[in-house]
């Protein structure tokens, strides 16, 4: 079955203990997102990747990490979390045609709470 | 720059009636245009798409939406709403490397 998956799909965690979110696909893709979902605020692009080894910023980047060394996978990583980065977090996949057409695909999300 | 503006954040209808979610962007390029279905504790799931080949797109359960350049307007509508449309939905513009999500709107249904 082609899908994203992520986990964990919940995580509590302590201010500054560095955590990370795994993603994976299993379809290929070149394509590779990761966003955050606030209330009221839709979704929102932390990084993104366009192949391995090639990774940008999105519109929130400040204080997450991404790294693509295999073309499946594609962490996010918080080095020190902090309170305002409780969200909901998802990572998506497509694959690029060079014309902005592509349909994403989505994981199931994880819900992360920084106390 | 692109963005997405969607009106209304919620919109309750009656089962049976017709279901209105407007959304209006902005691009200084032809734009790819999509809407996506957010089930509770699910991620998001692409409803329809449109990139240029017909104004009028039929999407998934029923849904479509009309591409309107002179009101930059990507309108998703369906003729009668059943319970099992209760979800949020979100419109987006893309290009080639970046996908831009509007603020969503959660659909009810009334019994």
């Known amino acids: 079955e082609a899908q994203v998956t992520q986990n964990p799909r919940y995580l509590i965690t302590v201010t500054g203990k560095k955590l990370t979110v795994t993603c994976s696909q299993n379809m290929n893709h070149e394509y590779m997102s990761w966003y955050r979902q606030d209330p009221g605020l839709g979704l929102r692009q932390i990084y993104y990747s366009m192949n391995v080894e090639v990774t940008d910023k999105g519109d929130v980047p400040e204080g997450y990490k991404v790294s693509r060394k295999e073309k499946r996978n594609f962490p996010l990583i918080l080095e020190s979390p902090s309170p305002n980065q409780t969200s909901l977090y998802f990572c998506?996949?497509?694959?690029?045609?060079?014309?902005?057409?592509?349909?994403?695909?989505f994981g199931p999300g994880t819900r992360l709470t920084v106390t | 720059a692109q963005s997405v503006t969607q009106l209304g954040s919620h919109v309750s209808v009656s089962e049976g009636a017709l279901v209105l979610l407007r959304c209006n962007y902005s691009?200084?390029?032809?734009?790819?245009l999509f809407w996506y279905v957010q089930y509770p504790n699910q991620g998001l799931q692409l409803l329809l798409k449109?990139?240029?080949?017909?104004?009028l797109v039929k999407g998934i359960n029923g849904f479509e939406a009309e591409f309107k350049k002179s009101e930059t307007s990507f309108h998703l509508t369906k003729p009668s709403a059943h319970m099992s449309d209760a979800a949020e939905y979100f419109c987006a513009v893309s290009s080639a490397s970046k996908i831009i999500f509007g603020s969503g709107t959660r659909l009810s249904i009334r019994p």
């Open positions: 998506a996949s497509s694959s690029t045609t060079g014309t902005g057409s592509y349909e994403q695909y």
């Open positions: 449109y990139t240029s080949a017909a104004t």
């Open positions: 691009s200084s390029v032809p734009p790819y």
